[in-house]
């Protein structure tokens, strides 16, 4: 069995609104090993995408701890929480937020310009630009590296998103709903690309989905509801 790559210790997450706590995480547990396609199954509210984004170091727990690679990554300074998002996690959300105005290329080469000073970019570009093109070629979007967003079918847009979240090869990759706004036929074809991925290359991943049928793909089914952890499969 593979050792853990991140794990959530006694997660708990409150938001306040005026003078009125809302606690959407009750102390939750859960570790996600090396190479493991994991997903946290639940209805709409149960607290699933909070688990993520505190997984995923986008939000801060209210108490509790996230281990990332065996270091606690609260305790740690912003700027290595900054740094693992940039160049070991990678994020997929139900909605593709792809820049309208940069064809499926620049959209792909948009971490790589953010994380690269500006003064070296212009020698970077070729390296980045031919590691985005490989990427979004194994995706099948060899033949539409020029166009907008708005020019993309649903599973085009999701695969574009999925190409921006690979391109700087993350160790771990989240998927919020990655099918939610997709038809079946096309929500098949993206659970068969973080299949492969996960098999293939050993890609961790760890889904969320209110979506049996979607959820059956993973390796290991994680149950949550009303903020609390109620089985693993």
Known sequence: MSEPILAAERLVKDYHMGASRLRVLHG??????????VCILGPSGSGKSTLLHLMGLLDRPTEGRVLFEDQDAFACPKRWRDRMRNRAIGFVFQFYYLMPDLSVLGNTLLPAMIRTPLAFWPAARSRHRQRAVKVLS?????????????????GERQRAALARALVHEPRVLFADEPTGNLDSATGDEIMRVLARLNQRDGLTVVMVTHDQRVAERADRVVRLRDGKLLHEG
């Not at 939750?28 to 090993?33: A, G, I, S, T, Y």
């Not at 539409?144 to 649903?154: T, V």
């Open 28 to 37: 939750v547990d859960l570790v996600v090993r090396r190479g493991e396609f």
């Open 138 to 154: 194994e995706l099948g979007l060899s033949e539409r590296l020029a166009h907008l967003p708005r020019e993309l079918s649903g």
